[in-house]
């Protein structure tokens, strides 16, 4: 599993994210030194999602019919060009429509890194190694936002710009030196003959897919609102969470994966579940930093163990040249469930508090129990010529 190409592509990954990771929590704030209002600010964040998620289907199929390398440089060229743009926008449009095509390309990038990972590990170990490759962003996502926040208040948003493009650029450079032997065969090709519509749709691959959306709201309803959750617990600092939930991501990645590859996605995905409510509940209680630690573990743990293995899953369950498609749906329907979470949780947030919005998220949880236990029944009842495993055999 430990090739050079492996560890290149990984390494290549830590950058491409912390450069992307840095502009997040920057952008916004970027948005109202331009003279933009905060409905702007909001606009920056949400529209790179959007363009993202357009884009990956598109990216998916051809991963699967033009192959992993020419694909990999184009996005993280399109990324390169513009955040290079970011340093030349002078107005909020001129921002919007960059972030806009910056969506592009990352939604191109990132679909493609989580394939060509895909290729390079042995099927035998890829619960596994998806978790170790998954640990660059998560790396990322602890560090990027710490670092974008000190260099544009400590140096200005030109220095910040710059050193996201500098992450990039060394990004791309790691990536094409990595060996384009992992590509389609060559019966990739036959699929041009499908209809378009079909090529875009992996359906081996919607069943993790939208147990990952379902995660994914959860999420969203962490990332979009745990600071105002914070200012109305009387909470001084919440970052204590985002370091503490990255810690843990990071510690349980190193094992999940193996358990996955061993025993199958039920002894993950079952107790990931449990952990994670119980820490969404911790976070409904929390009322001080100290709070905050236990609850950042257990949901940590829970979300750092599911996540990879879903994905994992979604790949054993997808034949070789459908890879590209079946990461594209997988990433679609997470950053899907993230909206959704923001936007149906702010809503229960308005009427409750955030702190009874947290314990809402549970039915989240609990409807990826109910549709993950219907699933193991009828595999139980039925045979199945899926590639992946249950609880101790192959379906």
Not at 46 to 65: C, E, H, K, Q, Y
Not at 146 to 155: A, F, Q, R, T
Not at 277 to 300: D, K, Q, R
Request: glycine share 10%; hydrophobic share 55%; aromatic share 10%.
């Amino acid at each position: 599993m430990w090739t050079s190409d492996f560890i290149l592509l990984t390494i290549s990954s830590f950058f491409l994210f912390l450069g992307f990771q840095m502009l997040t929590p920057t952008l916004p704030v970027y948005a109202t030194k331009l003279g933009g209002s905060a409905a702007d600010a909001g606009l920056v964040v949400a529209v790179i999602t959007l363009s993202a998620l357009i884009i990956r289907p598109f990216s998916g199929v051809a991963l699967d019919m033009l192959g992993r390398r020419v694909i990999m440089l184009a996005g993280n060229a399109i990324c390169l060009v513009f955040i290079g743009g970011y340093l030349l926008a002078g107005s909020v449009i001129i921002l919007l429509l960059v972030r806009l095509f910056h969506g592009v390309g990352w939604g191109i990038s990132s679909t493609t890194y989580g394939t060509m990972a895909s290729d390079l590990v042995p099927m035998k170990r890829r619960g596994e190694g998806l978790g170790y490759f998954g640990l660059a962003s998560t790396l990322s996502m602890a560090l990027g936002p710490m670092l974008g926040i000190h260099l544009s208040n400590k140096y200005g948003f030109t220095m910040l710009f710059t050193v996201s493009l500098t992450a990039t650029l060394l990004a791309a450079i790691l990536a094409q030196c990595v060996s384009s032997r992992n590509l389609p065969d060559p019966s990739a090709q036959k699929k041009l003959a499908e209809p378009f519509v079909t090529r875009l749709f992996e359906r081996s691959a919607l069943l993790p897919a939208c147990l990952a959306l379902l995660l994914a709201i959860t999420y969203g309803g962490i990332v979009s609102f745990i600071t105002l959750f914070g200012q109305e617990q009387g909470i001084a600092n919440v970052g204590w969470f985002f370091l503490v939930n990255a810690l843990s991501m990071l510690a349980v990645r190193t094992f999940a994966g193996k358990v996955f590859d061993k025993k199958g996605h039920v002894w993950i995905l079952v107790p990931g579940v449990f952990i994670s409510a119980v820490g969404l509940l911790l976070l409904s209680t929390a009322t001080s930093s100290a709070g905050l630690i236990p609850a950042a573990i257990c949901y940590g743990s829970g979300f750092g163990a599911i996540h990879p293995s879903l994905q994992a899953w979604a790949v054993n369950r997808t034949a070789q040249n459908r890879r590209g498609a079946a990461n594209a749906l997988f990433f679609s329907a997470f950053d899907m469930g993230i909206g959704i979470g923001a936007v149906i949780l702010g809503a229960l947030a308005e009427v409750t508090h955030y702190a009874v919005m947290y314990r809402y998220a549970c039915v989240a949880l609990a409807l990826f129990l109910a549709v993950y236990v219907i699933y193991l029944r009828k595999a139980a009842n039925a045979p199945s010529n899926d590639t992946d495993k249950t609880m101790n055999s192959h379906m």
